[in-house]
């Protein structure tokens, strides 16, 4: 099936590469919260953080994905976005203290944008269609006000409530009216996830603090990249499959994919979050054993990325290879590994994770519409 005629064809700008740096800061302070608070309280604060802030991360992808951004206007109330971004993203680290009322405000100053640039600059059709989803997104900003004025269980509540309310939001509201155009938004994906996985690598120094490099450093620096290279191959490894897919998909049926992508690219970013927390917190002491703690964040987050881009492959129907599932499962077994010499583990899951990139042996590179 050939893509539709009136596919359009620009790329994704310098502005946009801009705004995900801003974006991936977000992805920095999720992991250091991790890093300081291994625990299973730790992991939900990251998840449910993580949840919220993507789903507004994804709005703005489709938002650059139909509207111009060589209109002043427009770059104006886009870099509006990144300072909303930002200020969320400094109050990460004590949101679940004093810091939540900061994280709040942000969140509505970056969804108001958000709605407002719709409706002023998109079609009739997409206007009509957040305007069906400003209001949940605005409900959630607030609640996230409110529990930044809260505390104790109330404030969990308000916190849950919004991460829960945003994953159903697609259910109940009419996606029928967005335009997706294909190759700008795989690109867009694609490149959020090179930069986080810049940031994996970003961790190391920070968790280095400046040490002498020694045999030991070295080593793990080395590993650490090894994985994130191995990730990044097993992402890339069906890139062009990818957008092909998204391509000769009918323009009608494209939303709906769109959001199954965003939903797999969410869990990929929280397999980074886990593996850059585990590479941080590998880094004093590598040839030890730093507990279970970090031994669990590198191996299940090296099988979530793996897979979740599975997944993806799978709903646009791209061949993938039985290696894939082997990696998962071999990367959640590194766990012993890891509780008895860190720069073991990340050295089997540099191997398996780079497993997860062959590609099956006869495959076609062209996946079916549907």
Same mark, same amino acid.
């Given at each position: ?59 703005? $992808?489709?938002?650059?994905?139909? /509207?111009?951004?060589?209109? %002043? @206007?427009?770059?104006?109330?886009? =870099? #509006?976005?990144? +300072? &909303? ?100 938004? $795989?690109?867009?994906?694609?490149? /959020?996830?090179?930069?986080? %996985? @810049?940031?994996?690598?970003?961790? =190391? #120094?920070?968790? +280095? &603090? ?118 998962? =499962?071999?990367?959640? +077994? ?37």
């Amino acid at each position: 099936m050939e893509p539709a005629a009136d596919e359009r064809t620009v790329r994704v700008s310098t502005l946009e590469l801009f705004f995900d740096l801003v974006f991936v800061f977000t992805l920095t302070q999720l992991t250091g919260l991790l890093a300081d608070d291994p625990t299973w309280a730790g992991l939900a604060k990251v998840v449910l953080l993580l949840s919220i802030i993507w789903w507004i991360y994804d709005g703005y $992808v489709w938002l650059t994905n139909t /509207v111009a951004l060589d209109v %002043l @206007g427009h770059r104006l109330l886009l =870099l #509006g976005g990144m +300072a &909303g971004f930002l200020l969320m993203a400094l109050a990460i680290p004590t949101m679940f203290d004093e810091g939540g009322v900061a994280f709040g405000l942000g969140y509505l100053a970056v969804v108001s944008l958000h709605g407002w640039l719709y409706l002023r600059a998109t079609s009739a059709s997409e206007a009509e269609a957040i305007r069906g989803i400003v209001p949940y997104n605005l409900a959630a900003a607030l609640m996230l006000v409110a529990a930044g004025l809260t505390g104790g269980a109330l404030m969990w509540a308000l916190v849950v409530a919004p991460a829960v309310l945003l994953w159903f939001v697609p259910y109940v509201a009419r996606m029928e009216g967005f335009q997706v155009a294909a190759s700008h938004f $795989v690109e867009r994906h694609g490149l /959020v996830v090179i930069v986080a %996985l @810049g940031e994996s690598i970003v961790v =190391l #120094g920070a968790g +280095a &603090g400046g040490a002498e490099v020694g045999l030991e450093l070295g080593l793990i620096a080395i590993l650490g990249l090894a994985l994130s290279a191995a990730l990044w191959w097993t992402y890339f490894s069906h890139e062009e499959e990818l957008e092909h897919a998204m391509l000769v998909t009918p323009p009608t049926e494209r939303p709906q994919r769109a959001l199954l992508l965003g939903y797999a690219h969410f869990f990929l970013l929280l397999g980074v979050v886990l593996v850059a927390a585990g590479l941080k917190k590998a880094i004093p002491d590598p040839l030890g054993d730093l507990g279970w703690e970090t031994a669990l964040a590198l191996g299940a987050g090296a099988a979530m990325f793996v897979a979740a881009d599975t997944a993806m492959l799978r709903t646009l129907r791209v061949p993938y290879g039985r290696a894939r599932v082997v990696a998962v =499962l071999a990367a959640l +077994a590194t766990l012993p590994i890891g509780l008895l010499s860190t720069v073991a583990q990340v050295a089997a899951l540099a191997g398996i994770v780079a497993l997860a990139s062959v590609r099956p042996r006869g495959d076609s590179a062209t996946p079916t519409a549907r």
